[in-house]
């Protein structure tokens, strides 16, 4: 197969939520389980960082990796979707995923996948991981890519999760109310892993204390600790500042 067969076989002989909407999104975390095992699990060959919301969690997993990268750790980054091309989603240290990689690994697990039907986007999760684990990345960063509770991200145990600010967004998997969608959000803290939220909404915060409560999960408001302070000199006499 070339590059572009490559390509052409992801997104037309597998449903990708993007092109045919619901009939794309397959819940659950067998399938990726299954396609993790099945490859060796290689998500727990490194560490990792989870992080999910509704805006800002992209630009986070970037600036996150870039953080990582600059103090001198071998990182991998996770996100969806791409803006060019494809292999934008995965990186190492800043470089996109070699398309050779991509080409051998698709023709080395095509069978398996043809026989066991997954999602476009739990393919892409299982290779992700693959690739983390052979270029030994010291670290991952892995953004969600809808949801959390049983998004195929789901199934690694993060050093800890980052949980951005929450508004409506895929209110027909999600729920239609803001609690509905953190409670989906929430889905990724596990079990002593500490979670951070980015920002205290009082709608949403209940569910991410609750949850914590339930998992034992150390929790922080970011914003209750910590402010961001960006100092911008517009002209000699002035100062713009920006509070996050």
Request: include cysteine; hydrophobic fraction near 40%; charge should be negative.
């Amino acid at each position: 197969m070339t590059y572009q067969q490559t390509l052409d076989y992801l997104y037309q002989q597998l449903p990708m939520f993007q092109r045919v909407g619901e009939a794309g999104y397959k819940p659950g975390l067998e399938r990726t389980e299954a396609l993790a095992a099945a490859m060796g699990n290689p998500e727990r060959t490194f560490r990792s960082v989870h992080v999910a919301g509704t805006n800002g969690k992209g630009s986070s997993s970037n600036l996150l990796a870039a953080v990582l990268q600059a103090a001198g750790y071998k990182v991998g980054l996770y996100t969806s979707p791409h803006l060019k091309e494809f292999t934008e989603r995965i990186k190492v240290n800043g470089q996109d995923l070699a398309p050779d990689y991509l080409v051998a690994w698709v023709e080395r697990w095509r069978g398996y996948f043809e026989e066991v039907q997954p999602s476009f986007f739990e393919m892409c999760v299982a290779l992700a991981f693959s690739y983390f684990a052979e270029q030994q990345v010291d670290i991952a960063v892995v953004e969600v890519g809808l949801g959390g509770r049983l998004d195929s991200t789901n199934i690694i145990r993060p050093l800890v999760s980052l949980i951005t600010n929450i508004s409506f967004d895929h209110q027909n998997l999600l729920g239609n109310t803001l609690p509905q969608i953190a409670g989906e959000k929430a889905g990724i803290i596990k079990p002593g892993v500490p979670a951070i939220i980015s920002q205290t909404q009082p709608e949403v915060a209940p569910v991410f204390e609750q949850k914590a409560r339930q998992e034992g999960a150390p929790l922080l408001f970011a914003d209750a600790h910590y402010r961001a302070e960006l100092l911008h000199e517009a002209t000699p006499r002035t100062t713009r500042k920006c509070y996050t």
